[in-house]
């Protein structure tokens, strides 16, 4: 048999955030994140994200107010929290390396202003480690991922103020010194989706924002959070020099719509904006041309002294990214747009479209590790990739997801070319391996796992788990390290 082009000890395996899969929103101590707060909103588009992730200061207050999760999945999650036994024996089924997952915030600190952390959700992630070390599962850990105290959202308008940092740091310390076993960090999920959506990702409420001040505010939150990243990797390599420590971004792969210059120049900002987050926390310093972009635009990052020492000396030691689909960009306006990853773009025609409008391009995973690479220059990992779908539950308990396993099978291939090239990728773990809430609408309708659970998007069912045919396929990927993909 020929050897497989992946490295021997590549980590294949899958990815979940807590606040999509844990639930248990209550219990043992913990406190409310802003997911908690994440409203399911049958009646809008399921295309229109923005109308999903828009929050008011009423709404928080009102979800505040609702001690139930019948409105707020996220609240509920999957029960992972009371059946990560059963789900981590069946990742170890698949064959799983690895299992990217988050540490909730608010399970350690409930409202993040805590000065130590809650022995109770100590104890949850120890077992779950533990239970993840027995089968010899690396676990991949997200330190902030759409989890932020709802606490520091309302009363410091989250990472807007400057203290958080602190809170922040506090709470990352806590995980390096109780889960020392951990070899793999992150620091932000998808950092650069801040200016997507300021509330789930940094805990910014619009209207505590001053009118017109808007894009100023968030840039300057982010400052922040691109600080704190620096600070927690200085803690890190100082604790456990041993550990690497990750950035995350949201890779949206763009293409100019038309050869027109005007398209051409549309597209390499819009790629260039893409990236800039990265840029910071692998080079430790700003791009010049966002800054003079920021500038033209009057945008004041309120950069205090030693603040881009610290970044320019505590950088990233690999690059971790997210990849659902690419979109292209024209200068004309009249263009038709579709939806992405919480993003528009401007539709391709060469390319299908999942049930919720992403384009499916395996092409453009390559051309993102190629062009990541060559940027970079440091291991690469897939730490989100899948197609959301609506799934059938047979009578006997089958699922027959094809088109799942049509999908990861033309992404991997586009990974063995790019690998065969030259590009260090160490990894792969598919977004949502088992049933989720999904992120931007709060539907459990919109399935990527290759396990199933069985629970609609009002929270009915069973929730036992069964298997997907994709399961068995993504077993003999993992079994032949992506050489057998049949």
């Not at 926390?281 to 800054?291: A, D, H, K, M």
């Amino acid at each position: 048999m020929p050897e497989s082009i992946f490295p021997k000890d590549f980590l294949w395996g899958g990815a979940v955030a807590a606040n999509q899969v844990e639930g248990a929103w209550n219990v043992a101590g913990k406190g409310l994140s802003v997911a908690d707060v994440a409203l399911y909103k049958p009646n809008v588009d399921v295309k229109n994200y923005k109308a999903h992730v828009a929050i008011t200061s009423q709404a928080i207050q009102e979800a505040m107010d609702d001690q139930t999760d019948t409105y707020y999945p996220k609240r509920r999650g999957v029960d992972f929290y009371h059946r990560y036994e059963e789900d981590i024996d069946l990742f170890a089924e698949m064959g799983f390396k690895a299992l990217r997952l988050s540490i909730a915030w608010t399970r350690l600190f409930p409202t993040g202003k805590e000065q130590t952390a809650n022995p109770e959700g100590i104890d949850f992630y120890k077992r779950v480690f533990a239970k993840l070390r027995s089968v010899n599962i690396e676990p991949i850990v997200t330190l902030s991922h759409y989890e932020m105290p709802l606490y520091l959202a309302v009363s410091n308008n989250g990472w807007v103020d400057r203290e958080v940092i602190d809170d922040f740091v506090r709470f990352c310390n806590a995980c390096y010194d109780n889960f020392p076993e951990v070899k793999y960090w992150l620091t932000f999920n998808e950092v650069d989706s801040i200016v997507r959506h300021p509330f789930t990702t940094a805990g910014i409420i619009p209207d505590k924002c001053e009118e017109g001040k808007e894009l100023e505010t968030i840039y300057r939150a982010l400052h922040h959070q691109l600080l704190a990243s620096a600070i927690v990797t200085r803690d890190l390599h100082t604790k456990l020099p041993e550990a690497k420590m990750g950035c995350m971004l949201t890779k949206l792969e763009t293409y100019a719509r038309t050869c027109a210059p005007e398209d051409v120049e549309l597209t390499f900002k819009k790629n260039l904006d893409n990236h800039f987050y990265t840029d910071v926390q692998v080079f430790g310093e700003y791009p010049r041309l966002i800054l003079r972009r920021m500038d033209l635009e009057g945008i004041d990052l309120n950069i205090q002294p030693g603040d881009l020492d610290i970044m320019k000396e505590n950088t990233v030691d690999f690059v971790t990214f997210s990849y659902y689909m690419s979109m292209t960009e024209s200068a004309d306006p009249d263009a038709e747009r579709t939806p992405g990853n919480t993003v528009l773009g401007v539709k391709n025609p060469y390319l299908p479209s999942t049930d919720w409008g992403w384009q499916i391009d395996p092409k453009g995973l390559k051309i993102s590790l190629l062009e990541l690479y060559d940027r970079y220059k440091k291991p690469l990992m897939i730490v989100e990739n899948g197609m959301g779908a609506k799934d059938i539950l047979e009578e006997d308990g089958t699922i027959h997801d094809l088109y799942r396993i049509d999908y990861f099978r033309a992404h991997f291939e586009q990974m063995r070319e790019a690998v065969n090239e030259g590009v260090d990728l160490i990894g792969y773990t598919s977004w949502g391996c088992i049933d989720l809430v999904s992120a931007s609408t709060s539907q459990m309708s919109k399935r990527y796992g290759f396990i199933y659970v069985d629970a609609d998007d009002e929270g009915n069912g069973t929730y036992d788990r069964f298997k997907k045919d994709s399961f068995y396929w993504y077993q003999k990927v993992i079994r032949t390290n992506g050489l057998d993909l049949n």
